[in-house]
């Protein structure tokens, strides 16, 4: 199983990013997935979360209404749009897969971890 993250980088408060993770080794269709992020010196925490089929999503408070996630299940791809970056949202970004029907946002119930993206937010 493999989950490959990309699309991080070095942008100016305000900017936009869009990450991807591309799946392999998984029925990506039977999995919800998840973006965590992990700042230096704080805990992981979930950013957004998607069902198998797209339709249903959960979002961190702290990102709702400037991200967007969505997956494409022909491409195995999960992304995440991020709009009207903030200097607080500079952290590793990791994408990840969950056997199951809900939209967990508990990180425990994530079996597979792509590595990280870095994202840094410049004031």
């Known amino acids: 199983v493999q989950l490959q993250a990309s699309g991080g980088g070095l942008v100016q408060a305000g900017a936009s990013l869009r990450l991807s993770c591309a799946a392999s080794g998984i029925t990506f269709s039977y999995y919800a997935m998840g973006w965590f992020r992990q700042a230096p010196g704080k805990e992981r925490e979930v950013v957004a979360a998607i069902s198998q089929s797209g339709s249903s999503t959960s979002y961190a408070d702290s990102v709702k209404g400037r991200f967007t996630i969505s997956r494409d299940n022909a491409k195995k791809t999960i992304y995440l749009q991020m709009n009207s970056l903030k200097a607080e949202d500079t952290a590793d970004y990791y994408c990840?897969?969950?056997?199951?029907?809900?939209?967990?946002?508990?990180?425990?119930?994530?079996?597979?971890w792509g590595q990280g993206t870095e994202v840094t937010v410049s004031s």
């Open positions: 990840a897969a969950s056997l199951t029907s809900a939209v967990p946002t508990s990180a425990r119930v994530y079996g597979y």
